[in-house]
């Protein structure tokens, strides 16, 4: 059974810096051919895509968050990590980890709250 676990969320104030990571683990699981993501849902919204790592190494990102966040991917460690800088209120969420497109995986959640 495959699991992603999601750590680092927590307060931080604004202009703060937040790094969250992602571990796969399960039986011979690897997220070598996996697209890696971040998403977010903050109360009342839609779950929204954050970040996408594909399995080549290519990145996408939200335009709300471009140049504030970096996601990057280690094969070796079966992880995916999102390093969001300039914290805002607005990304006050619940963020997700997602492995796909093939067989879809999520993570359980971890709360990041930007607030003074």
């Known amino acids: 059974q495959v699991q992603l676990v999601e750590s680092g969320g927590g307060l931080v104030q604004p202009g703060g810096s937040l790094r969250l990571s992602c571990a796969a683990s399960?039986?011979?699981?690897?997220?070598?051919?996996?697209?890696m993501g971040w998403y977010r849902q903050a109360p009342g919204n839609q779950r929204e895509l954050v970040a996408v790592?594909?399995?080549?190494?290519?990145?996408n990102y939200a335009l709300s968050v471009k140049g504030r966040f970096t996601i990057s991917r280690d094969n070796a460690k079966n992880t995916v990590d999102l390093q969001m800088n300039s914290l805002k209120p607005e990304d006050t969420a619940v963020y997700y980890c997602?492995?796909?497109?093939?067989?879809?995986?999520w993570g359980q959640g971890t709360q990041v709250t930007v607030s003074s």
């Open positions: 790592i594909t399995s080549g190494g290519t990145t």
């Open positions: 997602y492995a796909g497109p093939f067989h879809v995986y």
């Open positions: 399960g039986s011979r699981f690897s997220i070598y051919n996996y697209n």
